[in-house]
């Protein structure tokens, strides 16, 4: 007689992005422990490919491909995971750079949401007969711009994974028809104005934002903003 096959509950999360809704399980022992070896390695490819693979596994559609999620979407499901996993309400430590104390900030999990800065078009215009489509970067580009170490060339990157297609005199091109290069080039040969228009939209992207806090023993009161990949995995 094997041992028993324990039944987990599921629950559902509407993915920012797409507001799609998904259904998922708990993380167990097996993903905590992919977790945990993410976070000793502190990589920042390293603790993305750990969250997707987390992700995957506790899926309960197959039709699901993380991939073709966002950053923003990737951070937001990870923390309702992590909530509908372990607990809810966790406890940060933070020692004050002011009285050198720490200081232990609740923090409640469901209270985490994806901000949006502000309302900018997916449509930047070239000319009168000209114009491209933005879209979000999937995390399928992840790979590619992990190695680049100069903050120029990765936002470059992360603009030309924006352009979804580009319209000309009625006519559409989808990039995903061309070859990295080929778009590489179309981005530099823009000029300065829509290039100008990528960028905001770039900077204007949804993102998971959360502000905490604490008054410290002289009375100064502290904020601090969770906002990257890193902030929200050590939430973990």
């Known amino acids: 007689m094997g041992l028993p096959v324990l039944i987990h509950p599921t629950f559902s999360l509407v993915l920012p992005s797409t507001q799609q809704k998904i259904s998922f399980r708990p993380f167990l022992v097996k993903e905590?422990?992919?977790?945990?070896?993410?976070?000793?390695?502190?990589?920042?490819?390293?603790?993305?490919?750990?969250?997707?693979?987390?992700?995957?596994?506790c899926i309960t559609e197959e039709s699901i491909n993380v991939d073709t999620f966002t950053t923003f979407d990737l951070e937001y499901f990870f923390i309702k995971l992590?909530?509908?996993?372990?607990?809810?309400?966790?406890?940060?430590?933070?020692r004050d750079n002011d009285d050198s104390k720490v200081y232990d900030i609740e923090v409640n999990l469901d209270d985490i949401d994806v901000k949006y800065p502000k309302q900018v078009s997916n449509v930047v215009e070239i000319s009168p007969i000209s114009s491209i489509k933005l879209k979000?970067?999937?995390?399928?580009?992840?790979?590619?711009?992990e190695k680049i170490d100069d903050a120029v060339n990765f936002n470059f990157?992360?603009?030309?994974?924006?352009?979804?297609?580009v319209t000309d005199n009625g006519i559409t091109h989808n990039t995903s028809d061309f070859s990295s290069e080929e778009v590489r080039q179309f981005l530099e040969s823009l000029d300065v104005k829509t290039y100008q228009g990528i960028q905001e939209y770039v900077e204007a992207m949804p993102r998971v934002e959360h502000v905490i806090g604490y008054t410290n023993s002289n009375g100064k009161e502290v904020k601090i903003t969770l906002k990257t990949l890193t902030d929200f995995f050590t939430l973990g």
């Open 32 to 57: 905590e422990k992919i977790l945990l070896i993410a976070q000793a390695g502190e990589e920042p490819g390293e603790i993305v490919r750990a969250l997707k693979q987390v992700i995957a596994n």
């Open 82 to 94: 992590r909530a509908r996993s372990v607990q809810n309400v966790i406890t940060l430590s933070y």
């Open 136 to 145: 979000y970067p999937q995390l399928s580009i992840m790979s590619e711009v």
């Open 157 to 165: 990157a992360i603009m030309q994974a924006c352009i979804e297609s």
